[in-house]
């Protein structure tokens, strides 16, 4: 059985570490950065398509259902979480 694609799917949680929000008010903000308000704002008007909204929607998930302690975790093993990074391809 494969995670891949999965929320236990380990490459996706370095994506989530790594991606940046590429526009509006918190542009260059990490997208395990960006606050619950405006996840819930973008959960109710839709979330962007592609990629980008797969990993909001994520993060709203973990951060809405209270488990951002799982975002902490990978925020201290994965070093690309410096505020320098630019993870976006």
Known sequence: MTTKGTYGDPELFVKLTNFRMPFGKHSTALIIDLPLA????????????????????????????????????????????????????
């Open 38 to 89: 405006y996840l819930n704002w973008f959960s109710k008007k839709g979330f962007p398509s592609g990629e980008l909204g797969q990993l909001m929607r994520i993060v709203h998930d973990i951060k809405s259902g209270d488990m951002e302690h799982l975002l902490d975790r990978i925020r201290k093993q994965t070093p690309s979480a410096d505020p320098g990074f630019v993870g976006n391809d």
